[in-house]
């Protein structure tokens, strides 16, 4: 009889350690809202986690804001993505469209004035000929102002962007943006989302109360033999 308890008191022990490990866990969610009996509130519901819910917010939007995503570490990562070439491809683009949309409607305008001298077959070859130099004449022009738009824009609109990105950043709110996401993330969807993440670890936890309850069922059994 003496063995079978000193087996049932490690056994037990680990029992206890594996479920209340268990319970603690589920405990930071569940219950998701208070509960009550008789009017009465019954203690620890809602779980830590929806109790404490405006305060974890806060906490972790402060700590992305501080830590995470000052708005140094925004400047410094969008400078070192880059940016600046593609912000002077896109100029480039912009001012290619801009000036051979232009340079087609001058050149209609030309081409429709010189068309009225074609009278007779000397008009006609005079104007052709009038066309064609029209026609080189835009295309050295339109390419000379691609150029010089270009040296003169590009570098001009980075540098605008640079003087303006640390004032937008000082407007956007980032502590609110994350509180204000995380509480409208419904208590069951995050519950899913910390826990599943971070299940496996969770599952040692709890066989870790296991582990621990069993030592400390052997001990109680070293400790009832000696005394």
């Known amino acids: ?6 087996i049932l008191i490690p056994l037990i022990s680990a029992f206890i350690g594996y ?12 219950p998701f809202k208070e509960k009550r009996i008789f009017g009465i509130k019954i203690p620890f519901t809602p779980g830590l986690i929806p109790r404490e819910r405006e305060k974890i917010a806060h906490n972790i939007a402060k700590t992305v804001k501080e830590h995470l995503l000052p708005e140094e570490k925004i400047l410094k990562m969008l400078n070192e993505s880059g940016y600046q070439e593609r912000v002077k491809n ?19 305008i030309i081409k429709s004035g010189i068309s009225i001298g074609k009278v007779n077959i000397k008009g006609f070859f005079l104007a052709s ?7 080189k004449i835009n295309e050295k022009i339109k390419e000379k102002l691609k ?3 270009y040296e003169k824009t590009s570098d001009k609109v980075v540098k605008h962007i640079e003087e303006e990105l640390p ?3 000082s407007q956007i709110d980032i502590e609110k943006i994350v509180k204000d996401t995380f509480l409208e993330i419904e208590i069951e969807k995050l519950e899913e989302i910390i826990l599943g993440f971070s ?11 296991a582990v621990i309850g069993f030592i400390i ?11």
Request: without cysteine.
């Open 1 to 6: 009889m003496n063995e079978i308890k000193f």
């Open 19 to 30: 479920f209340t490990n268990y319970l603690a866990i589920k405990m930071l969610f569940r």
């Open 90 to 108: 896109r100029v480039k683009i912009i001012i290619d469209q801009l000036i051979d949309s232009a340079s087609e409607d001058i050149k209609e």
């Open 129 to 135: 000929a009038l066309e064609k130099a029209v026609d």
């Open 147 to 149: 150029k010089d738009l």
């Open 167 to 169: 004032i937008m950043l």
């Open 199 to 209: 299940s496996q670890q969770l599952k040692y936890i709890t066989y870790l109360g």
């Open 217 to 227: 069922g052997i001990l109680q059994d070293i400790f009832i033999i000696i005394f």
